[in-house]
């Protein structure tokens, strides 16, 4: 792990431990604190305690206090920090605490009277807790055993004499067992014994009176630290209050006690709760607040240290500004003391690990900063966030009829975003509004149905947006998802621009993936990235890769992969401000590629509309471009390309469109149809594709088929041909068109 992270380990309750880290200005209240200790001088004991909410930094302050207590020499006292909640029960908490006292005197002093005082303590916890061990003790034995032998006289009366025997046997586990257990009973009333003989059986009163007598003559101070008081279960903080309170007339003892106070008080409320505490602790500090600025100063350099140690400073500079406002808008409301920050930190250097090392960043760190923040202290609203992807990003590429405009979509946002916020608190809900409308532009809407400031979906894309639907995944699963493309990954491919038959073969590979749709959207976005003084060959390039494209299931996306490729030329041309050079261009393309469809689709967004062209120039080039695209079509219909291409409608409506004529169009379907196989290729490509509510239908496209074939003629054929000719899938086919063509005056297409 890099130095710079080690602090992150991952839990938000590590205290600063001494001054050089203290980043929030609170050493000078620790050190009056500890000055307040070390002047102490009373003949009892004193009681301070140290108040403040969970995650105020009431640790680090003594910390601080003890770091200077151990530097102020001869007056520094002897410091034991006692954790009662790490014990076992209440019982353990007195012997505990006065062994611990007798081991920090025996070990911090090697005279021969602090010797005689950390004896004393020693005994003096076995006196108190070795009565209660032998008491309970014996109980337990002594009802236990009652109970068996009513057990066994019962038995000897009521039952049989085989029943009587099992009890018997276990009666005698159960007395070896006893024996057992009681080893350590009788090995501590011996030790009961000692401290009888120690104490030369004196009562408590007199160990007492004693112990303080020494103390007074010892004349060191001794701070007792107790942390966390607030960690105690109810009958844990009786305990611990009794003993400060029983104990606290022995002399040079003072006691630090560090809590949370509404708490405690509600928990020791049937003692009195305030008042109780009152006639206890003497002197009371509440935490300094901390200062915002320092708040936010700390915040802005530890996350600086988080994002250098990953290589996304760089990036975060270029975003200063949108961190300012989406921390003004709401998210610096969350960081209201030490804890809030460390829990922030701790998840904010976890996640932007898991984006660590690329060469590129993968995620727009502010955006992940301030999701994060949702994230760590709105976790409802983070769950919720990932289920309306598709309305916080305005996505309509995948679900086209969710997302509405309009009248219909400020209602639509208004309802999305009072669903989102009733995952908030009331008293949150205004910060919140403000961060999400901050991240997500469609939440940021007004009366009127408007989006305010709004960014291209260019920019978003260039800026790895979180609410760019593309991106969106990545800030949940804190990963690239399988179905994305790096930005490593769409920087090499933008490399390759300067080599475009490796950029054509690259784009068919991704779009096997199933990634077109993504791949494209990203390019046109960086189209900035292009060489321009390569672009023929680059247009070439993509007009080949377009008959190459994999066939996919295009139900899920509003645009077929070649029309997005042929949108990326488009593009790419359209970068030349010149239409003259455009064209020129395209042609140059068209005249070399081996492609069809798509320099298909990018003529009509080449040569619609050119007012800078004289119309006879422009009529020249629209025809040397309809002469070209003709003589493609026609040669790829005679080397038997052209009926296997999986867009073979849309090309021949552009032939029959076109052509002087439609003689040569209607001569190749004629020959196309003599052949069952030729027959079916039409068949399938003419009916179309319709989605109901509930299922994924066929229908055939009679005015379609007429341009092409007349309607007699191919009903001919298909009834000449035996059926043996076709498949059973085929057979559906042949089956509704000859129904359609039957019945076209009565009923007209069919749907199957």
């Not at 640790?59 to 102020?72: F, W």
């Not at 029943?163 to 057992?180: E, H, I, K």
């Not at 469809?597 to 062209?613: I, S």
């Not at 290729?681 to 994924?696: K, N, P, W």
Request: hydrophobic share 45%; with cysteine; proline share 4%.
């Amino acid at each position: 792990m890099d130095p710079k992270l080690e602090k992150y380990p991952f839990s938000t309750d590590r205290p600063i431990q001494n001054a050089g880290q203290d980043r929030l200005g609170r050493t000078a209240f620790a050190e009056a604190l500890a000055n307040a200790i070390t002047s102490w001088r009373g003949k009892d004991s004193l009681v301070i305690a140290l108040y403040g909410p969970w995650g105020s930094g009431k640790s680090s302050i003594k910390n601080l206090a003890l770091e200077r207590l151990r530097s102020s020499g001869a007056t520094s006292p002897k410091i034991l920090n006692f954790d009662p909640w790490q014990l076992a029960d209440e019982n353990q908490m007195t012997h505990s605490f006065f062994s611990d006292l007798g081991t920090i005197i025996g070990r911090s002093d090697t005279s021969t009277h602090a010797r005689q005082i950390a004896i004393k303590f020693h005994s003096y916890a076995r006196y108190l807790s070795t009565g209660s061990f032998v008491f309970e003790g014996i109980k337990k034995i002594f009802v236990a055993v009652l109970l068996i032998i009513g057990s066994l006289g019962l038995a000897g009366t009521f039952f049989l004499p085989h029943l009587f025997l099992v009890l018997m046997t276990l009666f005698s586990f159960f007395v070896a067992g006893a024996f057992s257990w009681s080893s350590k009973l009788f090995g501590s009333i011996a030790t009961s014994f000692q401290a009888e003989s120690e104490a030369k059986l004196q009562t408590l009163s007199e160990q007492k009176n004693e112990l303080a007598s020494l103390l007074h003559s010892h004349g060191s101070p001794i701070l007792i630290v107790i942390d966390d008081v607030d960690r105690l279960t109810i009958d844990e903080l009786k305990v611990l209050f009794q003993l400060v309170k029983a104990n606290a007339d022995f002399p040079g003892l003072v006691y630090l006690l560090l809590m949370n106070r509404e708490h405690v008080e509600a928990n020791l409320a049937s003692l009195g709760g305030r008042e109780y505490m009152a006639k206890i602790v003497q002197v009371g500090f509440e935490m300094p607040k901390a200062d915002r600025l320092h708040l936010e100063s700390l915040l802005i350099s530890e996350m600086a240290e988080i994002m250098m140690a990953h290589g996304l400073m760089e990036a975060f500079e270029s975003e200063k500004e949108r961190w300012r406002n989406i921390y003004t808008a709401g998210a610096g409301k969350y960081f209201s003391n030490l804890r809030d920050i460390r829990r922030f930190l701790s998840v904010f250097a976890f996640q932007t690990s898991n984006f660590s090392g690329a060469s590129r960043p993968e995620i727009n760190i502010v955006d992940l900063a301030a999701i994060q923040v949702l994230a760590v202290f709105e976790p409802q609203l983070y769950q919720a966030l990932y289920s309306a992807k598709r309305f916080v990003t305005g996505d309509q590429k995948f679900y086209p009829d969710d997302v509405q405009s309009g009248e219909a979509g400020v209602e639509q946002r208004n309802l999305l975003l009072q669903e989102l916020l009733s995952h908030v608190p009331e008293e949150r809900v205004k910060q919140v509004t403000g961060m999400l409308r901050e991240l997500f532009p469609p939440l940021n809407f007004t009366p009127f149905g408007f989006v305010r400031g709004r960014e291209s979906e260019s920019d978003q894309i260039q800026k790895l947006r979180v609410c760019n639907a593309g991106f969106f995944d990545r800030y949940f699963l804190l990963s690239i998802p399988d179905r994305d493309i790096s930005q490593v990954e769409l920087h090499h491919i933008l490399s390759l621009t300067k080599e475009p038959a490796l950029f054509a073969k690259t784009i068919i590979g991704i779009s096997q993936r199933g990634l077109f749709d993504l791949l494209f959207e990203r390019l046109t976005a960086h189209l900035d990235k292009f060489d321009s003084g390569n672009l023929v060959p680059m247009l070439i390039a993509l007009f080949d890769a377009g008959d190459s494209l994999p066939d996919v299931d295009t139900s899920y996306y509003i645009s077929l992969p070649e029309e997005r490729i042929a949108q990326l030329a488009a593009d790419l041309l359209g970068r030349e401000p010149d239409s003259g050079i455009r064209q020129h261009a395209y042609l140059a393309a068209l005249g070399a590629t081996i492609g069809i469809y798509v320099p298909l689709l990018t003529y009509t967004k080449v040569f619609h509309g050119a007012p800078d062209n004289s119309p006879q120039t422009l009529q020249n080039r629209i025809a040397e471009a309809q002469r070209l695209l003709l003589a493609k079509i026609s040669d790829y219909a005679g080397q038997g390309k052209l009926r296997n291409h999986k867009r073979l409608v849309h090309i021949l409506h552009y032939w029959i469109g076109v052509a002087p004529s439609d003689s040569e169009v209607r001569q190749w379907i004629d020959e196309l149809t003599e052949a069952p196989d030729g027959l079916i290729v039409l068949l399938r490509g003419m009916t179309s594709d319709v989605t109901t509510a509930s299922e994924q239908l066929r229908q055939t496209n009679l005015k379609s088929m007429e341009k092409f074939i007349a309607l007699e003629k191919l009903y001919r054929r298909m009834t000449a041909m035996s059926s043996d000719a076709f498949s059973d899938a085929d057979k559906t086919f042949v089956a509704a068109w000859g129904k359609a063509i039957s019945e076209v005056g009565n009923h007209g297409d069919v749907t199957f």
